[in-house]
Structure formats: structure tokens, C-alpha cells
């Protein structure tokens, strides 16, 4: 028998991390991961840091998983998910943009998160380029950077009127190396949101040269504009893809449960796709996790069927606390900050402040507010912090006080 | 408004095809999913093609997973897994291998599946090998597949006292490419189990070399032959790299709460490996998924430790199964097979027959039993078929006599 798995030594450590592929070992810590372990102790803290509100998944949706468990579906299943699933989400599209889907269209995945990953090995590899407006979610330029692909940043930039993408920019950013253009709109962290006319820019140019477009519009149910058209019988929407693609382009849409639903902890998503690519797709998910625990698409399938009242409820719930945070800046002398279009996060800044990293960790240690540091979302984003305002009331206006206190000392 | 999503024009889709980065569009369908489909709607037929039980998961682990949802734990959680968990893990080895473990060797993970694919990402991609004894499970050359690396078949040998493997073979197949040898063993499907001098000389070889193992030892509770020695206190397991690997050994461990708690449908593992690898991996966790819903992972929690009445009941289940298969086919004329060392499988085939795939298809048409065929697990397969005894009594039996009467049918 040898010594017991313990602590390593470090020269051995360096030679393991060594012998690892490079894309692995270098991929990115998530900068929001780190400022969370930092501090995911501290006492009376208000946690604005994650995409996630205070709410708990509502309980109808929880007690389909457990009838589902109840009735012993436990065993494998579809690899392309429940076809009852498949075709309850094919009727929420059909409810939100008024247009027909077929089921085919649509693979359930373990995740939004693995939708990406799914997409992203779908479309590029070592050498090609994926082109990315940032500030962004990090994971999407990291799950690009593991396959040996590049993600090309192109800056949003700030003003006060609100996050501005120059789409010409995005668009001159593409190259023969690019396979792929990746928006996210509603945009999480800045909430730029792009116009149905950007959305035609993109696509037009997307079909030019044959590109494919990563559609995430995971917050489009969080919009915050007056807007006439384009939508179907759930209510308003920020523009989308769908309402101005054909079945055949190169679109990947990636979506997830966990934001409408509050099921952020169960990673259900799925990815829409020309319905050439189904037995691909299936490919990628049987070699990827091999599928989705039945009881889960049971739970998923209840969410679409009965939560639309539940959503209704979410999206009040964001436009509240959007309103409590704008105010609650307002007052703040120095803050830099625009009302954002859609999603659920204040992307904001102090004037003459350059290290919205630094600033979190002040925010934490000093008025026990938790903050996502803008350098985790791209270059662009590091004078930044990211405020998630989909959360309870009382803590939202807790934070907004803690805010002032801590910028009238500061 | 465009027209309705549905059919495609076959073209179009081959052109869409094209498109795809080839690695994603040439990844294998899975040889056991095409004759589940052919036969998913075929009345009473007996299913032995895939590898799982007819048990439901136990209620006690079910019911584990329902209070944790109906307390809330539906948010994000810990990207490598509850503590908790990883600590009831690290108990679990320690009691199967009479050593002390610290629970940071142990990542949760979103299937044993994804134990592999972060396996193979982290150590090979474009240009490099990995060595792997086939017949073997096709998802771990499919996932090597994808990553851009190339797999390299060492087959083993059918002879009528068991499956073999040359180590002497495996070891030489090793190139300057060689990144990685995966080792499954108890293999699926033959059976073949190495001995603990095989493991021996295949890690002095890695040390030398500075290769990965890859150890997939999902089956060692499966494991029908005597030996002295090497286990603690849960009984009798496959000799494994755990009797004779350091703590810093190039090892990566994967592993599933499928089959030994019968929660195939599941989708929850986890991988062990040195220490030094925690921030990698769990980075690699957060860009494949985000983690493992806290729900489910309260119900492996609980499958640790409570699930060892139930795992000793599945392994006399599949002693009992490999008993009247074996019987069974030591009456039908011109069978080939062996008795298996572990797992539960068999994989046999008829002699003068080289052909696995047609002769599931006869099975399946004239005797109403579903194998899977052999070609799905590597060439050297082709000519057998895979059979999963780890099922109910009355459907072996049911299986065993309708494949005597298709025999004499013959």
C-alpha cells in the first residue's frame, strides 16, 4: 500500500498542470467564481453577484419532477429529449413570435451553458475565430477558447444614454478565419439589446458569407421598451432572430430554463437548429452527457405548460427592481450608469474609476454588497460592476441603501 | 414574415452539413442507438441492448432528492460539487479500498459520460492519440474523436476460456503521440478484467513515459472471479489502480452513479484525479455545464450512504443473470462466448458468423430479443453481439429460451 492522497508537492503539481493540453490548463477562472469564494461567507452580505434572483423554482414545477420519480422514470431516455418536451417547446416559440415550428428544430441539453458548448464544437476548432461583442458572459468566450478556436472581442461602449455595439465594427471584425458570430441580446452584462434592424444587418451579412450566428436570447422576455410588432400572444418580447429568419440559416439558438423559471440550479436548456443538423446534434449530446434526466423534462415540460403566469410575475419583479437600482444611482454623486434595455443587470461604473475589480472588493468588505467585477466580462467591461437586479425587493432596496451609505463616506 | 419552419430541401441541408467543423459532423452515431430505434415500438420484446437494469432507482435515493427540492435547493450551487458529496465519495473509497482519501481528489460531474469528455479534453486534442482496447464502450473513441485526437484500437482476443488483452500489444501501441491510455476494466462489453499485474506493468509504462491513464473502473463491483487481497470493507472488487497508484500518478479516475444504484437516467459521476488538477477541472465543469443540480446531488449522497444493501442486491442480480445466460447458450449449437470475468455483459456471437449487426437484426425479428451489435464497439466486435444480464430473472429466462428456439429455428 503507498501514503495516503494527500497534499501534493508543488514541483509535482507543476509537472502535472504541465502535461496537460494547454487549452485546458489555461482556461480562464471564472472572475465571478473568485469574488463569490471570497466572500461567500460573510455575514448579512446581499449577494447581487449571480444571474439569480431570491426565489426558489415554484413548486408545481418541482412536483412534476417528483411524480415523475414517483412513477420510476429513471432510466435512460431520448438523447434529443422527451418528445413531449420537444414539442411543448416548439409551442412556446409558436406562442411568443406567432409563427409555426416544427419539434425537430429544437435538442434539449443539459444546460444553456451545454447548449453553447454544443454549439460552439459544432461550428469552429483550432485556427478559426468566433466574434464576440463584449462586455459578454464569460463562459461563452471560454467554452470558444477550449476548442482551440480564437474569440475575437469588438467593444461595446458606454454611454449615458445606454451600451452602444457599433455593428459595422462587429461586422469588420469578421475575417476568413471567422465561422462564427455569437449575440447575445438582450445583452448580459450591459443590457444593449439590438434592433430588429441590427438583427437584418447580421443576418444579411451572416448569409453573404456564410457565417453562423449564435443566437443568445436567453433574456428576451426581459425587455424593458415599448415596442409594436413581431410578437405573438405572450407578450412583448426584444427582437428577435425569429422574426426574421428562414428555417435554413445558419442560426444556433441557445436558451436555457433557468432565468424565466427561477430553475437556475437545475441546468436544462436547448438548442435550436435547421432540423439538418438533428442527428448531429443528438451526436453531440449523446458524447457530451447523454442526455437529460427524465424527471427533469418532466419538471421543464410543466414550467412551459403552467409558468406563464410565474414569468409574467419575474419580468414584474426585474422591471421593479430596475426602478429601485436607477433611482437608488441617481443619488449616488460620481456613479456612471444608463438605464439598460433588456436582461436583469446594471452594468455601471464610478466616473474616473478605471478597476471595477478593486471596487467590488470595496463593495464587499465595506458595505457587504456582493458585485460581479466587470474585468470577468471582457476587456471592455473592466472599469465595470455587474448589478443583478432580479431579486427580491427588500434586499434590492437593502443593497441601494448600503450603496449610498458607503459612496456619502467614501 | 417568413415561411413556417419545417422541411428542409436536401441541398440545403447537405450545404448546411458542409458547413459544420468536420470532427462534429463526422462523429459516429452510436451503433446501439440505430437498433433501439429500428425496434423501440416492437411489442414484448425483450431488451438486453443497453446497459441497464429493469429496477427503478430506490425510493430512498428518489426520496432524498424530493426533500432537497422541496427545501429549495434549486439555485446555483458549488461547480465541483457539493462538499458534502465529495466527502461521502472520498468514505465511499475509502471504505471499497481500505485507504484514506481526501475528498478534493473527487469533481462531481453531469454523468460518467462527462467524466470521460473532461477527461479527454484535458489532456489531448488535434494531432495527438489515445490508445484504447476495443471492443470497447464507442463513446470514449467518439469523445476522443471530437476533441480532433485520434483513437488507436489495441483489440483484444476472443478464446473460449475469455476475453484477452495483450499488455505487451497495448503498451506497443503507444507512439510519441500517445497522450493518454484508457482502461476500462471490468471491460463493457467483453468482460476482460485486468489482472493486478497487468495494471502494474501498464502504470510502471505511463510513469516512464509521462502518459494519462484513463481508468474506468465503473464495473469493479462486478467482478465474479476470486481473489485475495486489495479490498476493504465493502467485499470483493476488480483489482484496480487504487491498490498501487500514488497520489500524484497521471490518472484520471471516471465514474458513474448509473449502475451500481440503478440511476442510469440520472446522469451523475464524477472524476478523481490528483489534487493539483481541482481548479482545472472545476473550470472545465463550469464551461461543459455549470455543475450538477444540488437535488440530484443530495440523492447520490444518500445512494453513498445507504445505497450498500442495494448495490450487494444488483451485483447477486447480475450473478444470477451471467448464470442463466451462460447456461442458456452452452445448449445453443455453435455458440461462441466465454464466461466473463466482469461487468455484466456477454458478448458472444455464432461460429462461421462474422457478422454482429445482421445477426441482431435476425434476433430482434425472430426472436424478439434486443442486442446490441457488435461493430458499435470497434472492429474487432463486428462479429458478436452484446448482451446486458444485469436485468430481471423472469426477462432472462424469457430471452434465454426464445434465443434456444430461434437456434433450432435456424
Redesign the interface.
Known sequence: ?????????SN??QA??N???P???N????GI?DIVNYAREKEGLVPLW?G?GSL??PDFI?EA??QS??A??????W?RGLPELRQAIADYHQALY?????SE?FIVT??G??AI?IAV??????G?EIVIPTPAWP?MA??TG?T?ARFVEVPQYFSHDGWKLSIDDLLAACTDKT?AIFLNSPCNPTGWTASLDDLQQVLDFARAR?L?IIADEIYTRFFYEERQGGNGELGPTAPSFY??????D?ILFVNSFSKNW??????IGWISA????G??L???V???????????QRAAIAALKEGEPFVAEQVERARAGRKTVLDALAKVPGAKFAPPSGAFYLFWGLEKHEDGGALAREIVDQANVGLAPGFAFGQSGTPFMRLCFATNPENLALAATRLQGWMAQR
Chains 1, 2 share one sequence.
Not at 27 to 30: R, V, Y
Request: aromatic share 8%.
Open positions: 500500500m503507498t501514503r495516503p492522497f494527500s497534499a501534493l508537492d509535482i503539481d502535472l498542470l502535461s496537460l493540453r487549452e485546458a490548463r482556461a480562464p477562472t471564472s467564481i449571480v439569480e426558489p423554482t418541482c419532477a417528483h420519480l414517483k420510476g422514470e429513471t432510466f435512460y431516455t438523447q406567432g409563427r409555426t415550428f416544427d428544430h443539459g444546460s451553458m451545454q458548448q464544437r459544432l461550428v469552429a476548432g483550432a478559426d463562459n471560454a467554452a477550449l482551440g465561422k456564410g453562423w422574426e426574421i429568419c428562414k428555417e435554413d445558419r427561477a430553475m437556475t440550479g437545475w441546468r435547421p432540423t439538418a443538423l442527428d448531429v443528438e451526436n453531440l449523446q458524447y457530451s452527457t447523454s442526455g437529460v434526466a427524465a424527471f427533469m
